[in-house]
């Protein structure tokens, strides 16, 4: 049964509204005076509010700004029962917040027909409101969508490098350290190759949660593309990111993974190989100049064994931005054994 809140003074008007509501199957709240009558309506929500209007304190556009602020009623739809019912007092009310207005004379038809018609408005306002949280939310998990990797859940690669930017010209503003780590899961075409992707699939997820708890919270962690995973670590000099880095390489290595093989649980060892690179030690490096002397490090890992870290030396792996020293890291990508 909707309830329809009852802020009249008038006994005689009270009780008429009151026996009209009630026998159309609606629900009168109302207290002894309008103070009693607003703490009802804290605890019994309305649908409706009929409120008389006059000119003495506490019956006019007070009161249509009382019942909008009040968290209970904020939201209710007011038919306004005005002393003098003219053209000039309806403006008044309807610009006040009101929904109508109705004679002190209306017949029950009338009465009930305008509490019908405010319920409607309410009903398609709540409607309108659920559609509009549902967008939002549809639209947070769209945005979302557009910046995740959707296997691993975490920063997809444009939006890591869009992050990467934003941090580099944060450290340059505040003269502070920033270190890239890139990582690439060891003999990860042989998951694939001998398990299948499912299997594979399950490797990079649990990868990507290792980082998670290896990471901190104030690292930025990103799949940068197949096995290769990447982290940010803001305000962080060589020495700092070198535990970081020591840390997942040892997640991954020192624990097997537990695959799902076709309902069978199958321990499989994995190592990575990482690579760091930190800025200001490596010079004052640009974001793709940043990435590629992470990306030798990482390679340098490789080829020295495999499951270790190792930091971009100019020496051991060439300067950055130069065409001579990139050629063989190219071919290196192309070798099969990763």
Not at 73 to 90: C, E, F, H, L, Q
Not at 110 to 139: F, M, P, Q, W, Y
Not at 184 to 208: M, W
Not at 252 to 274: C, H, Q
Request: hydrophobic letters at 40%; glycine letters at 8%; a negative charge.
């Amino acid at each position: 049964m909707e309830k329809v809140l009852l802020i009249l003074d008038g006994a005689e008007l009270r009780r008429r509204i009151a026996d009209i509501l009630q026998s159309n199957h609606f629900e009168p709240v109302f207290g002894e005076d309008r103070a009693a009558t607003l703490k009802l309506a804290a605890d019994n929500p309305v649908s409706v509010a009929l409120v008389d209007y006059g000119e003495q304190e506490g019956r006019g556009l007070d009161m249509l700004v009382k019942l909008a602020t009040q968290e209970a009623t904020w939201n209710v739809p007011v038919i306004a029962i005005p002393d003098d019912y003219s053209g000039k007092v309806v403006g008044e009310v309807i610009e006040g917040g009101g929904m109508d207005c109705i004679r002190h004379d209306a017949d029950a038809v009338e009465v009930i027909a305008r509490v019908k018609a405010a319920l409607r408005v309410r009903r398609h306002a709540k409607r309108l409101e659920i559609a509009l949280d549902e967008l939002r939310d549809k639209n947070e998990q769209l945005a979302a969508l557009a910046v995740t990797d959707g296997l691993t859940l975490l920063n997809n690669h444009s939006h890591f490098i869009g992050i990467l930017n934003q941090e580099l010209a944060r450290a340059r503003r505040f003269g502070q350290p920033l270190s890239l780590v890139l990582c690439d899961l060891d003999n990860f075409k042989r998951v694939n190759d001998t398990l299948g992707h499912r299997c594979g699939d399950q490797v990079l997820r649990e990868t990507a949660s290792r980082m998670r708890e290896s990471a901190r919270s104030i690292d930025i962690l990103g799949r940068y593309g197949g096995e290769e995973f990447a982290l940010i670590l803001p305000g962080t000099d060589r020495e700092g990111a070198l535990v970081v880095c020591e840390r997942f390489r040892a997640s991954v290595a020192d624990l097997p993974f537990t695959l799902d093989n076709n309902g069978e649980a199958l321990e499989y060892a994995m190592t990575v190989s990482v690579g760091l690179a930190t800025v200001p030690s490596n010079g004052p490096l640009n974001s793709a100049s940043l990435i590629e002397a992470a990306d030798r490090a990482m390679y340098r890992a490789k080829r020295g064994g495999k499951n270790r870290v190792c930091v971009y030396d100019s020496e051991q792996d060439g300067h950055v931005g130069n065409r001579s020293a990139i050629t063989p890291m190219i071919k290196q990508r192309q070798e099969p054994s990763r």
